[in-house]
């Protein structure tokens, strides 16, 4: 695998790798001043826990090296000593004139703070989440339900303005439905999935309510939601980071919870890589789209959720148990990742002059990539410098299509080296247009049509080209770009990014999404008072006057973990 030269920048400026910010820095840093400088600054600190090691956790498995160096062993180390820091400063942004960061807040947000809590859904006189999307004009399908995807921007944005007790209940709730008997036709699902929704259902005549869940039954296509495993665990760790109570996720059902989620997905078979098998429509992309396989989304949050993980399963004998299976199979999963499904022109040009039909450990093909498969469009989007994690690897097959959110991810839970982080940020500045264009963010770019669109989608008329999932501006991922950005010393990015949302989103109705090469028109299907395109903007606008809240949702660079090699070299294990 070709490494980058993360030193220099589309531009031609330099940039130093060492010189990215951490997110302990992040914490202590005051970003309104720095708003306008790219170039971030280096703080002396100890270290917290998610920067220690993968190596330095798994020393603490072996009786030979416990006994020769104590203070490594797990017995003796305290995770909650290193993660646990609150971060939870209530966000004036909603209740006072002027922000923190001495900016005035937009006449927009408090517009935004009475749709999202316009959402709440209570069950038995507790908030417990918020419904996909309040549009009362259109039919509501499933859009009167509690997402678990959907609500994670609204439980950050309740996070970051001081108001837990929502994310807690959702937590709690959705934990419970997960021990639920889980059936589609006579198969029944395996015990760890998490619901994709669920519903509160009123009895007026009893005076009672129950809640009615989802877990791939009644979605499109009958598939359950990978996903919502992950994201689970990354709320949680998001939860105990930004409140400092520990005692959530140390509860035993928190603890078992975890544990069926990362069974399911820690499960030996036939799998000859480290990622996970897929089929279309089990994340984000809910519909047919040609994603089946290893979707980048789905293995991203896999990645930070095996992390987040790390950090949240007690020591005893389970949780060591799983802790040890997690930190081999993160090796492994960076190792992959990086290695194979990293693109950069260096890379491109490599795939390009790729030889075929290579046996033995030596291939240099090693998925036996036909070059005369590579997209014209590729060519011409992959900037000098600049790089992504493309869409899916897979005998035979690479997707290059760009995918927004398991790019953000990748940044976000250090799956992406500092160097790969940049390049990433390089790319999304020097295709803006395609990427933003007038509405940010593309889910995926470029759209599908004609021929591959009949066969990737079966015809969707949903997922036209640039509708819906199929090349359509999505506002919910700003608030990954901006975290994404702030990691990575770029606020400026975010800040162009919030500021083109700003001019359409409010006078729209917060739509779900929207249509057209450039996000121009609201989307033909779209829902109005979209709950997370309302949450993703508050998220975003939040993060940037504060940004020590991008801790609840960032992890620290791994030093430990094996870099990618060049593809050039001979490959051996």
Request: aromatic share 12%; charged share 25%.
């Amino acid at each position: 695998m070709s490494s980058l030269n993360g030193d220099v920048s589309q531009n031609g400026n330099t940039r130093n790798m060492d010189s990215l910010f951490t997110v302990a820095e992040i914490e202590e840093v005051d970003f309104s001043k720095l708003l306008d400088r790219p170039k971030p600054l280096n703080i002396e600190r100890q270290r917290s826990f998610d920067e220690r090691s993968l190596s330095e956790l798994s020393v603490g498995f072996s009786p030979r090296l416990s006994a020769r160096h104590p203070e490594n062993s797990l017995r003796n180390y305290d995770p909650h000593e290193y993660l646990f820091s609150p971060c939870s400063r209530r966000s004036v942004i909603s209740c006072t004139p002027r922000s923190q960061a001495g900016f005035e807040p937009h006449p927009m947000v408090a517009e935004a703070w009475e749709n999202l809590r316009r959402s709440l859904v209570f069950f038995r006189g507790q908030p417990v989440g918020t419904i996909a999307a309040t549009d009362t004009s259109d039919e509501k399908l499933n859009y009167d339900q509690v997402f678990v995807r959907d609500f994670v921007p609204s439980a950050l944005a309740f996070l970051m303005n001081g108001e837990p007790e929502i994310v807690k209940n959702f937590i709690l709730k959705t934990l419970r439905l997960q021990s639920w008997e889980k059936k589609i036709d006579r198969f029944q699902l395996g015990e760890g999935v998490m619901p994709a929704s669920f519903k509160v259902l009123h009895d007026p005549f009893r005076n009672t309510e129950t809640l009615m869940a989802d877990f791939g039954e009644s979605a499109i296509g009958r598939v359950a939601p990978v996903d919502s495993g992950f994201w689970w665990i990354i709320l949680l760790r998001a939860y105990t980071k930004s409140t400092g109570d520990t005692s959530l996720a140390e509860r035993p059902e928190c603890q078992k919870g975890m544990r069926l989620i990362l069974s399911l997905c820690l499960s030996e078979g036939f799998d000859t890589f480290p990622t996970l098998l897929c089929a279309d429509g089990c994340c984000m992309i809910d519909r047919r789209m040609g994603v089946y396989g290893y979707p980048i989304e789905i293995q991203a949050l896999f990645f930070m959720a095996l992390r987040c993980a790390l950090l949240l399963l007690n020591k005893d004998d389970e949780g060591k148990e799983f802790i040890e299976r997690i930190v081999k199979r993160l090796h492994a999963l960076s190792y992959h990742m990086r290695s194979y499904f990293w693109l950069d022109f260096k890379q491109l040009n490599d795939i390009y002059r790729y030889k075929t039909e290579e046996y033995s450990h030596t291939a240099v093909n090693k998925f036996n990539v036909i070059p005369d498969s590579l997209p014209d469009w590729v060519f011409d989007f992959m900037p000098t410098h600049g790089g992504y994690f493309i869409g899916n690897v897979s005998p035979a097959r690479m997707d290059f299509r760009w995918f927004c959110l398991g790019n953000c991810i990748a940044i976000l839970s250090s799956l992406a080296t500092p160097e790969q982080s940049m390049a990433i940020m390089d790319l999304i500045e020097s295709r803006w247009e395609e990427l933003a264009g007038e509405m940010p963010l593309k889910v995926c770019y470029p759209a599908i049509d004609s021929h591959e669109w009949r066969i990737e989608t079966g015809s969707d008329p949903k997922n036209t080209r640039w509708s819906y999932h199929n090349g359509g501006s999505w506002p919910v991922l700003l608030w990954l770009l901006t975290a994404a950005c702030i990691k990575t010393g770029r606020p400026q990015i975010a800040r162009r990014a919030i500021e083109l949302a700003e001019s359409r989103l409010q006078k729209d109705n917060w739509p779900e999404y929207y249509d057209g090469k450039c996000g121009r028109y609201v989307g033909k299907q779209a829902r109005k008072f979209q709950t997370w395109s309302i949450a993703g903007y508050l998220v975003a606008k939040m993060m940037l006057e504060d940004p020590s809240h991008l801790g609840m949702i960032a992890l620290e660079e791994d030093k430990q973990m094996k870099p990618a090699m060049r593809r050039s070299n001979s490959w051996t294990c």
